[in-house]
């Protein structure tokens, strides 16, 4: 099938029905999008993952229900013809409701994602309907027929060969007859149990979606047009840019750029799937577009602001002069399924963060389990309310001068962890969350204004 594209909305672009039809719109306005992936309507997954955690007070799980209710009702009162689909909605409301009770006694995180994955298995209801009414041949169909994971709920870790060849046998007949609607974040085990691909994975698996199906494109559309210079709620003067590289919109997504997903641009990368990054709300505005190959590589590029960091710093005497001591912290933290984002070491403790890969919301946390494993081999300091700084770019490392500049524009600033040379792509820092915002917004000034 030729010119096959897949379009992926967020949360924002599905929150109403005045958003449900932009994205409608923007689906007819390109005959050759076959495939939709939704997100939940926006701030559903933040009332499902609190319900998930556990709510133990009666009164709140009611207002919490009632509120998801109010979200969808709204949508459904705007449909011509509402019934056959408020009854699947109202269905999984009913399990939404069951589940929580169950949350409330003993959460999981099997549990979590069951509950979770309930809001894109109702936006998606509620936008095929409103395209049908709208003309389009649409058809909704379940992404965990094809999207297989293992059975690591939260963070679930998608199976590629099992992806690709269901998604030629179920989703690619139906895409040759139909518009295809489907959801984003949720797949299934081997088992059929629903898991997740963790907090902001409906990017992620789209692009999995679009890498099974064999894709041409990937649209991704949000609230932004574009991938900006850094955020402009942070920088008023950030600039949209026309176009990137995989390898610096991948170090954007990594180091905290929320419009993509850290993972998202890897299905894309493999089959050279060109990526596509706008506005639902202003699709005419243009975007930006993630290439292999792009026509200017300047120096600086963007700012990334991550927040919500967890800094964990280990010290020991008996590391000095000694071999197998990473390896053995390695082993500790990979038995209790940490992953570590940056590291650096000097000759007696070594300081790395955590990478952010759940479901749940908030800083990543280092399980009481391993901190007391490594207790064994030395002392362990925790440090969160801290946020990562990073400036990408292009051959950063063989290039003179610009630390100065950088680290001259910050000198009022406590840096931490400063992490330069292992990527040409990126310099990256820690910084107290509190200040992190105005470094950036003087950062952005300086290099890019």
């Not at 309907?129 to 939260?154: C, H, K, N, P």
């Not at 989703?171 to 139909?178: D, F, G, N, R």
């Not at 963060?353 to 925790?382: F, H, I, S, Y």
């Amino acid at each position: 099938m030729s010119a096959f594209n897949v379009a992926k909305f967020g949360g924002t672009s599905v929150a109403n029905f005045e958003a449900m039809s932009r994205c409608a719109a923007i689906i007819e306005a390109n005959p050759n999008t076959k495939l939709v992936v939704s997100s939940a309507c926006s701030g559903v997954t933040n009332l499902l993952v609190e319900l998930a955690n556990g709510v133990s007070e009666q009164e709140r799980r009611a207002e919490l229900l009632q509120k998801l209710a109010n979200i969808h009702d709204t949508i459904l009162s705007q449909l011509k013809d509402a019934a056959e689909t408020a009854a699947e909605v109202y269905t999984i409301l009913d399990t939404i409701t069951s589940l929580a009770e169950a949350a409330s006694i003993q959460a999981s995180t099997k549990l979590t994602d069951h509950l979770v994955a309930c809001g894109e298995l109702m936006s998606t209801h509620i936008l095929t309907q409103l395209m049908r009414e709208r003309g389009i041949d649409a058809v909704r169909f379940d992404i965990r027929d094809v999207l297989r994971t293992d059975s690591d709920y939260g963070q679930a870790e998608p199976q590629l060969e099992a992806i690709s060849q269901l998604a030629q046998e179920k989703l690619v007949p139906l895409c040759q007859q139909h518009v295809v609607i489907t959801q984003g974040f949720i797949g299934s085990d081997e088992e059929g149990n629903t898991t997740t691909l963790g907090r902001g994975g409906s990017d992620y698996s789209a692009a999995l979606i679009a890498e099974g199906v064999k894709s041409s494109g990937l649209e991704i559309w949000t609230d932004v047009p574009g991938i900006y210079t850094t955020d402009p709620r942070i920088a008023p003067k950030a600039t949209p840019i026309p176009e990137i590289s995989f390898s610096e919109a991948s170090e954007m997504a990594n180091f905290g750029a929320k419009i993509l997903h850290p993972s998202t641009l890897l299905p894309a990368l493999r089959h050279d799937i060109p990526v596509f990054v706008g506005s639902s709300k202003e699709p005419d505005n243009g975007g930006t577009w993630i290439r292999r190959k792009v026509e200017s590589s300047p120096l600086f590029r963007a700012l990334a602001l991550r927040t919500n960091q967890t800094m964990i710093t280990l010290h020991s005497a008996k590391m000095f002069q000694a071999y197998g001591f990473l390896a053995k912290v390695f082993e500790i933290l990979a038995k209790h399924k940490v992953s570590v984002d940056l590291i650096t070491t000097s000759e007696i403790s070594v300081s790395l963060t955590l990478d952010k890969t759940g479901t749940a919301g908030g800083a990543p946390q280092l399980p009481q389990a391993a901190r007391e494993e490594l207790e064994e081999l030395c002392t362990v300091d925790v440090e969160q309310n801290l946020s990562l700084v990073a400036l990408i770019g292009n051959n950063m490392s063989s290039n003179r001068g610009h630390a100065k500049q950088v680290f001259g524009t910050l000198e009022d600033y406590n840096l931490r962890m400063i992490c330069f040379g292992a990527s040409p792509h990126n310099l990256c820092f820690l910084l107290e969350e509190s200040v992190a915002k105005t470094a950036i917004e003087k950062l952005h000034r300086e290099l890019f204004e």
